[in-house]
């Protein structure tokens, strides 16, 4: 959607909006594409929370009182979603839910930093080992604030974050040093800064284990208001569509899907029931030496099936299916390590890289078949072909870059 009117107040505006964004948030940056705070981390300190709600808070201010200007349709709806992500983040500020009450925030936050930085390609390898290498260094005073501003958690949260820091040791162990081959990096220097960061989340994960764990809390839910609050600001929901609303709506959908799933089944094979059914899923599933194939080829037939029915104007923005690189493979089953991510929307590859679970010719008998039954034909199709890399998500992401 192009811009079709002047509105040189609200445009300067909206770069100062942004420029906060990225500056508060620059692991989120890195993976937006923008790569102008690729060397640091998030600064939680109390001066710096402070500093960030007083800029968020002038930042809406300084929204409320533009001139009026003739704003266009996409610069209708940025004002509004600006407007609204300033509001939801000084209420996650002080909401204990965040950086000030989730540890989780802390030991994912420093592993993706690093990760993301070598999930694209788009820049220099000499670049973002440079920025891996500032980000390392600053992991120790990062997880030691979340010590500081994190006393007590609700037990699952800080169970998350134990797993998380496992894999921040597996992968700033032994993964760095495969990525570094994966990458021809060579930099005596670089692995060992690799090192202070494993030490730094150990000792992270002794704290948690000795000192987080043991005080307990149960303060999961955020409560309707704040739900609410994301639903209007967030989502943009009418006020009638509300917290009860959305039970009432989710309750609907999901007895609709339950019905057309037992009438399906009946059609299908009277005498066997739905869960029976779906379980025979997992008997249909490609050879192991055409696994990683597989993918391509699904992928393949969804585009040409959706260009024939004329479901989408499908964009020319392939994906690239394979596994997940040798460096993350450890680390990877305790973190929230999606298959798809969402592609940068701003300095993007011609082809995405979309990883997938690895299965190997030299992996045991036993594992192979099992990953191939949980990995089978409709998972391929369903899970990641039509909802994440096709329709779904990857050529909905690509309409919405240019929305």
Request: hydrophobic residues 40%.
């Amino acid at each position: 959607m192009l811009n079709t009117t002047s509105a040189p107040a609200f445009d300067a505006w909206l770069d100062a909006f942004f420029a906060s964004h990225y500056r508060r948030n620059p692991v989120n940056a890195t993976f937006t594409g923008i790569h102008d705070h690729d060397h640091g981390l998030p600064d939680t300190s109390p001066d710096a929370i402070a500093a960030n709600r007083e800029e968020m808070t002038r930042l809406r201010r300084e929204l409320a009182a533009l001139p009026d200007e003739q704003l266009d349709e996409a610069r209708r709806h940025d004002r509004v979603l600006a407007d609204g992500a300033l509001g939801l983040a000084l209420w996650e500020d002080q909401s204990g839910h965040f950086q000030l009450g989730n540890p989780s925030y802390y030991t994912g936050e420093a592993v993706f930093a690093v990760m993301a930085l070598f999930h694209r390609d788009a820049e220099p390898v000499a670049d973002r080992a440079a920025a891996a290498e500032a980000r390392m260094r600053a992991i120790p005073a990062f997880l030691a604030q979340g010590r500081e501003n994190v006393t007590s958690a609700p037990r699952a949260w800080t169970e998350r974050a134990i797993r998380e820091s496992r894999s921040g040791i597996a992968y700033f162990g032994d993964g760095f040093g495969l990525l570094m081959d994966e990458r021809a990096i060579r930099s005596d220097g670089l692995a060992d800064v690799a090192a202070i960061a494993t030490d730094a989340l150990r000792e992270h994960l002794d704290w948690l284990e000795g000192t987080l764990l043991p005080a307990t809390n149960e303060r999961y839910a955020a409560g309707r208001e704040a739900f609410e609050r994301y639903l209007r600001l967030g989502h943009q929901l009418a006020p009638e569509q509300d917290a009860a609303w959305v039970d009432r709506y989710a309750r609907a959908a999901m007895a609709s899907a339950r019905q057309t799933l037992e009438d399906r089944a009946r059609e299908l094979d009277p005498a066997t029931g739905w869960p029976d059914q779906l379980a025979r899923l997992a008997d249909d599933h490609p050879a192991a030496d055409g696994y990683y194939g597989a993918y391509t080829e699904t992928w393949l037939r969804a585009r040409d099936a959706a260009i024939a029915a004329d479901l989408v104007t499908w964009p020319d923005y392939p994906i690239d299916y394979g596994p997940f690189p040798e460096s993350d493979r450890a680390a990877a089953g305790g973190l929230y390590y999606l298959f798809y991510r969402c592609p940068a929307p701003l300095g993007r590859p011609e082809t995405h890289f979309y990883r997938v679970t690895p299965i190997e010719p030299d992996m045991p008998e036993e594992e192979q078949a099992a990953k191939l039954r949980a990995t089978n034909d409709a998972v391929i199709k369903l899970n990641h072909v039509i909802h994440h890399g096709g329709i779904g998500h990857h050529v909905q992401n690509w309409n919405a870059f240019r929305a």
